[in-house]
Nanobody
Framework: QVQLVESGGDSVQAGGSLRLSCVASGLPYHYNTYSMAWFRQSPGKEREGVALINGDGGTRYADSVKDRFTVSRDNTKNTLYLQMDSLKPEDTAVYSC?????????????????WGQGTQVTVSS
């Protein structure tokens, strides 16, 4: 059974930084054959794609987080990361990771198969 477990969420002041992690287990194929993505959802809003990294290191970011967030992965640890700098109150959301067994550069949520429960990020002004 595929499990994605996020951690690292916290409450921070605007301008601060956080690093999120997502550990995957139970994947039927090698971890490096999956594209891994971060999504976020805040109350009353649709879930939106934030960043992704595919198996050969290709990345894509939402315009709202470019130059502030950095996505990375450690294939030896089946772990995905999201370094978030210069945080803004509008970044407040539950952040979840998701997988797609393919090399893609697309952040449409319907393309992703497995999802974690999420970790809360709260940014105060």
């Amino acid at each position: 059974q595929v499990q994605l477990v996020e951690s690292g969420g916290d409450s921070v002041q605007a301008g601060g930084s956080l690093r999120l992690s997502c550990v995957a287990s139970g994947l039927p194929y090698h971890y490096n054959t999956y594209s891994m993505a971060w999504f976020r959802q805040s109350p009353g809003k649709e879930r939106e794609g934030v960043a992704l990294i595919n198996g050969d290191g290709g990345t894509r970011y939402a315009d709202s987080v470019k130059d502030r967030f950095t996505v990375s992965r450690d294939n030896t640890k089946n772990t995905l990361y999201l370094q978030m700098d210069s945080l803004k109150p509008e970044d407040t959301a539950v952040y979840s990771c998701a997988t797609r067994h393919a090399y893609i550069l697309d952040l449409r949520r319907e393309l992703y198969d497995n999802w974690g429960q999420g970790t809360q990020v709260t940014v105060s002004s």
